[in-house]
């Protein structure tokens, strides 16, 4: 156990400039941020400690990497699966599921149709998961692409998912998309209104 936490510290400083330099072998990080990613998805089988460790180093690639894993077998949509599906639970204490909330937030704007799907039908992951991911994802205020994005999967994975769980993504990313527009015209009319102000002066 203090092995494998230890491993899971010492990812910490390697995942944190892995993106920005272009020497790594990237396959080796690809494994290793897959293995952190199964002991976050075994959360419940394995020491407490691992876990906080595994979420710590997750927390610590930056956008550069999770850009750079496209293609790469689905590992964004598999982390994804394993932080929603743990980030739910109660039994996690509070630091554990504000790092995987973090992780989540990090991952999103890099989600493909591909990462989506590899979620959607992961074994950990249900309709009360992606009830969770909703709710979280308007709380977090994170505009119209990502609800759009997951209710276009959502519709092609009907099978899977209630068709109501669908609608609400789809709901939700055409209500973001017109929040925008409104504060978008708002800031417009007030910049417009200030030009006029400064004319008269």
């Given at each position: 156990?203090?092995?494998?936490?230890?491993?899971?510290?010492?990812?910490?400083?390697?995942?944190?400039?892995?993106?920005?330099?272009?020497?790594?072998?990237?396959?080796?990080?690809?494994?290793a941020?897959?293995?952190?990613?199964?002991?976050?998805?075994?959360?419940?089988?394995?020491?407490?400690k691992?876990?906080?460790?595994?979420?710590n180093?997750?927390?610590?690639?930056?956008?550069?990497?999770?850009?750079?894993?496209?293609?790469?077998?689905?590992?964004?949509?598999?982390?994804?699966?394993?932080?929603?599906?743990?980030?739910?639970?109660?039994?996690?204490?509070?630091?554990?599921?504000?790092?995987?909330?973090?992780?989540?937030?990090?991952?999103?704007?890099?989600?493909?149709?591909?990462?989506?799907?590899?979620?959607?039908?992961?074994?950990?992951?249900?309709?009360?998961?992606?009830?969770?991911?909703?709710?979280?994802?308007?709380?977090?205020?994170?505009?119209?692409i990502?609800?759009?994005?997951?209710?276009?999967?959502?519709?092609?994975?009907?099978?899977?998912?209630?068709?109501?769980?669908?609608?609400?993504?789809?709901?939700?990313?055409?209500?973001?998309?017109?929040k925008?527009?409104?504060?978008?015209?708002?800031?417009?009319?007030?910049?417009?209104?200030?030009?006029?102000?400064?004319?008269?002066?």
């Amino acid at each position: 156990k203090k092995q494998a936490w230890g491993a899971c510290q010492t990812f910490i400083p390697i995942l944190k400039f892995a993106g920005k330099l272009k020497d790594t072998d990237q396959d080796v990080i690809r494994n290793a941020i897959l293995q952190l990613i199964y002991c976050v998805e075994y959360a419940q089988k394995t020491n407490e400690k691992i876990t906080i460790g595994a979420a710590n180093s997750l927390g610590e690639i930056g956008k550069d990497m999770w850009k750079s894993l496209y293609g790469s077998n689905g590992i964004r949509g598999l982390c994804l699966a394993a932080c929603v599906a743990k980030a739910r639970l109660s039994v996690l204490p509070f630091g554990v599921k504000e790092n995987l909330h973090a992780i989540i937030l990090n991952i999103l704007p890099y989600l493909d149709d591909y990462d989506i799907g590899i979620c959607l039908k992961h074994n950990e992951i249900g309709q009360e998961d992606f009830e969770y991911l909703y709710g979280w994802m308007v709380d977090s205020d994170l505009g119209p692409i990502p609800f759009e994005a997951f209710g276009r999967n959502l519709s092609n994975h009907s099978l899977l998912y209630d068709v109501s769980l669908t609608q609400k993504f789809q709901s939700r990313a055409i209500y973001e998309a017109r929040k925008r527009r409104r504060s978008v015209g708002d800031h417009s009319e007030m910049l417009s209104g200030e030009s006029s102000d400064e004319d008269e002066l």
